[in-house]
């Protein structure tokens, strides 16, 4: 076993070498191939994303584009010092506002209200960009490890010596995940001829092709292919 878990580091931190991971890899086999906990996502998003936060927060509810363009050039950068400046007059002398049932510390609570709301909108966009990042290296990892499993039983179907019972046993087990596969490297390699025909009809161009010649079209642009599974490769038939 312990053999195995080394063996599994040493694959995952070939695949995952120069890339941020959260694979148990030969650097990190400390790691657990679980992935991280999920109990402090759980708890995220029942205290503080959950609709009963929500209303804690007391968010308003949608708003035409229209009024959002309008209330967002309503604000402008003396902002704050106007309002303060507005609630010291209105404090000092309540003299000149006889009729107004606000009071300056209204206008400040609202001030305080709008620095929060602010400070909350901030960290909410840089914890979203963090939790999109480690969205998409996630799912890569969880990938990879799907792809290990999912090789191992497509080099054994290659294998000349497996016995056909042997075989079949595998693909009737693994129908779908093999199904998958192998459609997954058939694209990888499909881009791959692709952007090889490309490359070579570039080549070609800059040995003499020119905009006004009908000896063929312009090659397309040379698309980067997805990363390929990883494990063994089948090869082309």
């Given at each position: 076993?312990?053999?195995?878990?080394?063996?599994?580091?040493?694959?995952?931190?070939?695949?995952?070498?120069?890339r941020?991971?959260?694979?148990?890899?030969?650097?990190?086999?400390?790691?657990s191939?679980?992935?991280?906990p999920?109990?402090?996502?759980?708890?995220?998003?029942?205290?503080?994303?959950?609709k009963d936060?929500?209303?804690?927060?007391?968010l308003?509810?949608?708003?035409?584009?229209?009024?959002?363009?309008?209330?967002?050039?309503?604000?402008?950068?003396e902002?704050?010092?106007?309002?303060e400046?507005?609630?010291?007059l209105?404090?000092?002398?309540p003299?000149?506002?006889?009729?107004?049932p606000?009071?300056?510390?209204?206008?400040?609570?609202?001030?305080?209200?709008?620095?929060?709301?602010?400070?909350?909108?901030?960290?909410?966009?840089?914890?979203?960009?963090?939790?999109?990042r480690?969205?998409?290296?996630?799912?890569?990892?969880l990938?990879?490890?799907?792809?290990?499993?999912?090789?191992?039983?497509?080099?054994?179907?290659?294998?000349?010596?497996?016995?056909?019972?042997?075989?079949q046993?595998?693909?009737?087990?693994?129908?779908?995940?093999l199904?998958?596969w192998?459609?997954?490297?058939?694209?990888?390699?499909?881009?791959?001829?692709?952007?090889?025909?490309?490359?070579?009809?570039?080549?070609?161009?800059r040995?003499g092709?020119?905009?006004?010649?009908?000896?063929?079209?312009?090659?397309?642009?040379?698309?980067?292919?997805?990363?390929?599974?990883?494990?063994?490769?089948?090869?082309?038939?």
């Open positions: 076993m312990e053999r195995d878990r080394k063996r599994t580091a040493q694959t995952l931190e070939r695949l995952r070498r120069g941020q991971t959260t694979l148990p890899t030969a650097e990190a086999p400390q790691r191939p679980a992935g991280p999920v109990a402090g996502l759980e708890r995220l998003l029942r205290s503080s994303l959950g936060a929500w209303a804690d927060y007391h308003v509810g949608p708003v035409s584009e229209q009024q959002l363009r309008e209330d967002t050039a309503m604000w402008f950068p902002a704050p010092e106007y309002v400046r507005v609630a010291l209105r404090d000092e002398r003299d000149l506002f006889p009729g107004s606000v009071t300056g510390q209204d206008l400040l609570g609202r001030l305080q209200r709008s620095r929060l709301l602010q400070r909350a909108v901030d960290e909410a966009r840089a914890f979203v960009e963090a939790a999109e480690t969205l998409r290296v996630e799912r890569a990892d990938i990879v490890l799907a792809d290990l499993h999912v090789a191992e039983l497509d080099a054994q179907m290659q294998r000349p010596l497996v016995p056909e019972d042997r075989r046993d595998l693909e009737r087990a693994a129908a779908f995940p199904k998958v192998r459609a997954r490297v058939e694209r990888i390699q499909a881009v791959r001829r692709d952007n090889e025909r490309k490359q070579n009809a570039l080549e070609g161009a040995g092709w020119s905009p006004d010649s009908d000896e063929g079209e312009v090659p397309g642009p040379i698309v980067r292919p997805p990363p390929p599974p990883a494990g063994r490769r089948r090869r082309p038939r």
